[in-house]
């Protein structure tokens, strides 16, 4: 499949590279990845990486404005499993497209499509895709992808992480000689400010009779820490080991979208498809979610707690066994 993607993309002078709405580190560098990996094998080729909210992780490399011919224009769709959540690229408008992705197939909205649910990062496709394809990558390429994999496994800590994902890693580290310790700085070094709504957060969730920990913030709490919509958003994977709570989540106030953002991660009941019922989904373990109802984000708390009691209660059953 890399390789009829290959072609696709040898066909094309003009090429834009969209991911999904609210940017995480693993969408925004297999995007740049990929930019960056093409236009080293076609540096005749105009090539954009597009999307908004770029800006926290800029240290992954820039983002491109595309204003161009649309009907004479490739669009590489990355990480983005259903068509409402692609960001900055209207489909319908462009010559072709096509879809790389690693979340569990929602629909098919892209005229070539690979999606492989067992791949632990939209940037671990990237870099199969640059060795098994020979597109030319540099050494900064692949720090950018190893970084974008590094973050959407937890530094492997998620069981996303496969055999295959590490065999990739160990061959990029070898053939590219990345000094992985000093990648790790920019990626988990933190303001002040958010380490102190860190402390906000730790100390104002409230844990249902199932498991289920959730924490409100405000428009209000963001602007007495000084910090953006994002940043709660980027502490979710903080709170992985607390004994109490099987699934866990931050509802987010985002007064400029008029939405409330949240973020939900599991430590074993399934939450993507709950996710979906609120213009959300995303991984088994890890998830999000929009409203623009706060009534609506209770529901999902009630739905979310459900799915933890009858976890809970297979589990039980599986031990009497």
């Not at 834009?16 to 990929?34: E, T």
């Not at 030319?136 to 496969?162: H, I, P």
């Not at 070898?174 to 933190?190: G, H």
């Not at 399934?270 to 890890?286: P, R």
Request: charged content about 30%; glycine content about 6%; some cysteine.
């Amino acid at each position: 499949m890399f390789k009829k993607i290959l072609k696709e993309i040898k066909k094309y002078d003009s090429i834009v590279i969209a991911r999904h709405i609210g940017v995480d580190p693993d969408a925004m560098a297999s995007q740049v990845g990929l930019r960056d990996a093409i236009l080293n094998t076609f540096p005749e080729k105009k090539v954009y990486a597009v999307g908004t909210g770029g800006a926290k992780f800029s240290f992954l490399g820039k983002l491109d404005h595309f204003d161009g011919d649309y009907s004479k224009t490739l669009l590489i769709v990355l990480d983005t499993p259903d068509r409402k959540r692609v960001d900055s690229a209207d489909i319908d408008n462009f010559a072709y497209t096509i879809k790389i992705d690693h979340h569990p197939f929602m629909e098919k909205f892209c005229d070539l499509e690979l999606v492989d649910d067992k791949a632990s990062s939209a940037c671990e496709l990237v870099m199969r895709m640059i060795y098994d394809t020979k597109l030319e990558a540099t050494k900064r390429v692949m720090e950018v992808l190893y970084l974008g994999l590094v973050s959407d496994t937890n530094r492997f800590m998620f069981n996303n992480s496969s055999y295959t994902t590490f065999d990739i890693v160990s061959k990029v580290i070898k053939d590219y000689n990345l000094d992985i310790s000093s990648l790790y700085s920019p990626l988990y070094m933190r303001p002040l400010a958010e380490m102190r709504l860190f402390g906000y957060m730790s100390e104002s969730m409230q844990v249902t009779d199932y498991g289920v920990g959730y924490i409100e913030v405000s428009d209000e709490v963001l602007k007495k820490y000084g910090v953006d919509v994002a940043s709660s958003g980027n502490m979710i994977n903080n709170f992985n080991y607390i004994e109490e709570v099987l699934v866990w989540l931050a509802i987010t106030e985002d007064t400029k979208n008029g939405i409330f953002k949240i973020n939900i991660r599991s430590r074993g009941p399934v939450i993507n498809t709950i996710a979906e019922k609120y213009n959300g989904g995303g991984h088994k373990l890890a998830s999000g979610a929009r409203v623009t109802i706060k009534e609506d984000a209770y529901k999902l708390i009630d739905d979310l707690n459900e799915a933890c009691r009858k976890y809970i209660e297979e589990l039980g059953d599986i031990n009497e066994d």
